[in-house]
């Protein structure tokens, strides 16, 4: 079992939605944080200590971890997958999005 994590800012609409969109693959575990301290689920040492890859919505998400958790953040991948703050929560563009962009880093073809 691959365990992703996807990260957004405040764990509200982006990373939520991406952790609804795979959390039935097979061969996957998924679960969601956000950086902010007002996040649903504020990322932890544990969730980056569960992680097998990471997978971020922006840069500054990416660099707030690598800040924050240094020692560990490098030894678990980060992409970024470049979605900015648009979305609601399983907003159908967003959902198409990550349907397509995600297979590349879990590796295996997307739904198209």
Not at 24 to 35: D, I
């Amino acid at each position: 079992m691959l365990k992703v994590l996807f990260v957004c800012s405040r764990n509200q609409w982006r990373s939520p939605t991406a952790e609804q969109v795979w959390k039935n693959h097979p061969g996957l575990q998924v679960r969601s944080a956000g950086t902010s301290p007002k996040a649903k689920q504020t990322i932890s040492m544990a969730h980056i200590r569960w992680a097998d890859l990471i997978l971020v919505m922006e840069k500054k998400h990416k660099s707030r971890i690598l800040a924050q958790f240094k020692q560990w953040a490098n030894h678990t991948p980060i992409y970024v997958l470049d979605i900015p703050d648009d979305y609601q929560y399983m907003d159908p563009e967003l959902v198409e999005y990550l349907q397509d962009i995600v297979p590349m880093y879990l590796g295996f073809a997307s739904k198209g």
